[in-house]
């Protein structure tokens, strides 16, 4: 196996834009290449190592010899090391030997831009080609391209793919998951991260692969495949994606080439004290390029429609999880991290000027300003800010007994205040449902009844709120037990009518949502809220209107009390004759009703500032959608 170094899938251009920060597809020059030079086959390695003094290739091709294959390093001042070698095939495993200037704990290392690995704890690269899949979601792509999602309707289902069913590979889950959110009606699942993870307790956050789909269930084309699968059932795909830090295992990113490479070598700026993890260098260009190139790997690669940027206040500040003394202000003397702030700036930049019909998605917790603005106009550029504060107010507000509710109206009603301030979506997400914080059902307060009451009304409050809307799994069928990424969902609990009762509420949730344009045209903009009465603390009552153009509307009614209200006057923009459309109360969802009749009249009086009015009948523990005849 003879090594060739007159071959590099570099040109001088490539080169000068990785080192200016501004490379977005790094993929198809760094890495494992199969490629034919002078009639023969063989594989082209490219490795970033600027401070190495040399760099191997050990693979099972060579018995992991340490001197077989040596790679030669640019002499452009790059810090590229490259090389063809004769006679590597596909799926041959390898790992790259760092020769450092001084001792290295771990010289070997796994290829930063790897496509696949070893199935963990195995950590070694394998050489795999992406070419050669034959996609069939053309119908797909051409409705995402024409379809923008900030007035369209978009209900997402967070997953875990390793704990929806256990033991279930990339194809096998997408046939099942394909159907049944088909039947539950969401329009989009996001997958927990699937990039590449030593450690499973880490639910994928802990990540070491940035270009490999986890081997854990199956190969890379097998993910395609599930791509696919999903995009033919008219469903999209959201990974979350984790640029905020990364893993500190030897064969990882950290210590790369005997410096701190990709990570500081301070600790109070390379090192997160809260998930014992290193922090990305963002004031690098090499790494913003690496890292960008990511996130567009996986939008061209796998025709994935939108990414979640996990912990992005982790990122914003340089004291996030720190106390004083433990960190560096930036060199204004502030606590912003202005790397990460340019990082994510041309992320999205560089993602939209590519792709304007895919979502990007903020994990963001603090008040940071204009996360989801436009880059030029000062913003971050993000599509969707993740609305943290709706969700921590809305479960504070429901957790507590009826009777002290009134106490907590603000918790019930700030978010509406400010939820125009960004282009939110509203999470109801895992984070949740873990480390002893317990279930959504056993979040709610009261009896058996009342749990399956308040759950059923929070679900209802949330797709009727502004923003578009995010379920962990689990939550659809009200599973009592905390997730366990151990296990599979307790599936058996739908064998119980108050369970198969709240998984028929999200389906009919999903169905008014996308059917209904008062629900989803305005998400995000103030032309689609009005509201009706947010000032009945003492009933634990509110009312607003949620509108679409053409004078679509709808009048939402939320009691929060656990009293039955009876003849209760709402004002109406209009006189005429109202339908009740939805009821959380109802029976088929396993409430105790009770409905209103089929037609509701107006009638000349003045109520709620409005001429008109009704009275209307509102079950306990409730939220009831009405639309004008």
């Known amino acids: 196996m003879s090594v060739f170094y007159d071959v590099s899938r570099f040109s001088e251009y ?55 294959h040596l790679l030669k390093k640019r002499e452009d001042n790059s810090g590229i090391w490259e090389g063809f070698i004769e006679g ?10 760092i020769h450092t200037k001084e001792h ?13 690995a070893e199935v963990a704890p195995a950590s070694a690269s394998k050489v795999c080609s992406l070419g050669g899949f034959e996609w069939s979601d053309k119908e797909w792509m051409h409705k995402r391209k024409h379809t923008p999602s900030h007035h369209s309707p978009v209900s997402v289902y967070e997953l875990h793919l390793g704990s929806w069913k256990r033991g279930l590979g990339y194809i096998e889950v997408a046939h099942e998951l394909a159907e049944y959110l088909v039947m539950t009606g969401f329009t989009h699942v996001e997958l927990l991260p699937i990039t590449e993870y030593p450690f499973e307790g880490s639910w994928g956050y802990q990540v070491s692969g940035y270009f490999a789909p986890t081997a854990r269930y199956g190969t890379p084309k097998e993910f395609m495949e599930f791509v696919n699968i999903m995009h033919q ?34 600790p109070r700026l390379g090192y997160h004290p809260q998930w014992g993890s290193a922090i990305f260098n963002y004031e690098r260009d090499e790494v913003r390029s690496f890292l960008i190139s990511s996130a567009m790997f996986w939008l061209e690669m796998y025709h994935i429609d939108g990414i979640r940027v996990d912990a992005v206040s982790s990122m914003l500040y340089l004291n996030y999880a720190r106390e004083e003394g433990e960190w560096i202000p930036n060199k204004f003397g502030g606590n912003e991290n202005l790397g990460a702030i340019k990082f994510l700036q041309d992320l999205n930049s560089s993602v939209y000027a590519a792709h304007e019909d895919v979502m990007m998605f903020a994990e963001e917790a603090t008040a940071y300003p204009m996360v989801s603005a436009p880059v030029d106009a000062g913003g971050l550029g993000f599509g969707y800010k993740w609305n943290m504060g709706w969700m921590h107010d809305t479960l ?24 125009y301030n960004e282009n939110y979506i509203l999470p109801l997400s895992h984070d949740e449902v873990v480390h002893m914080k317990g279930s959504l059902i056993n979040k709610m307060a009261g009896d058996y009844n009342q749990k399956f009451a308040n759950l059923r009304a929070l679900y209802a409050f949330m797709f009727a ?31 119980f009518p108050m369970h198969s009762g709240v998984q028929k509420l999200i ?13 989803h045209m305005f998400d995000n903009d103030t032309n689609g809220f009005e509201w009706i009465d947010e000032r009945d603390y003492e009933s634990n009552v509110i009312a607003f209107l949620r509108k679409a153009d053409k004078d679509e509307e709808l009048l939402v009614v939320c009691n929060f009390s656990d009293c039955l209200r009876e003849n209760y006057p709402l004002g109406v923009p209009k006189k005429g004759v109202y339908k009740e459309i939805f009821n959380s109360q109802s029976e088929e969802f396993g409430g105790w009703g009770p409905k209103n009749p089929a037609e509701i009249k107006s009638e000349q009086k003045e109520h709620h500032g409005r001429k008109n009015s009704i009275l209307v009948t509102l079950p306990a523990l409730s939220v009831l959608l009405l639309k004008k005849l």
């Open 14 to 68: 490539d080169v000068y834009l990785f080192r200016e920060g501004k490379h977005t597809k790094l993929y198809n020059h760094f890495g494992s290449h199969l490629m034919h030079r002078e009639g023969k086959s063989g594989v082209y390695f490219a490795l970033w190592a600027p401070n190495a003094e040399g760099v191997s290739v050990r693979g099972d091709f060579n018995d992991y010899a340490i001197h077989t």
């Open 88 to 97: 590597v095939e596909a799926m041959s495993t390898y790992k790259y030997h």
């Open 104 to 116: 290295n704990a771990n010289p070997d290392k796994a290829d930063p831009f790897a496509f696949y």
């Open 233 to 266: 059932a008219g469903i999209g795909v959201i990974l979350d994606w984790v640029p905020s830090h990364f893993v500190m295992d030897g064969h990882g990113l950290m210590n790369f080439d005997g410096t701190c490479l990709y990570e500081h070598k301070d």
């Open 396 to 419: 504070k507000y429901i957790k507590n007994d009826p009777v002290v509710r009134k106490h907590h109206h603000h918790e019930l009603t700030f978010s509406f205040v400010y939820m």
């Open 465 to 495: 709120h502004p923003g578009k809307k995010l379920l962990f799994m689990g939550g659809e069928i009200a599973q009592f037990s905390e997730w366990n990424y151990q296990k599979s969902l307790d599936w058996e609990v739908l064998d």
């Open 507 to 519: 389906k009919e949730l999903n169905r008014l949502y996308k059917e209904e344009p008062s629900l």
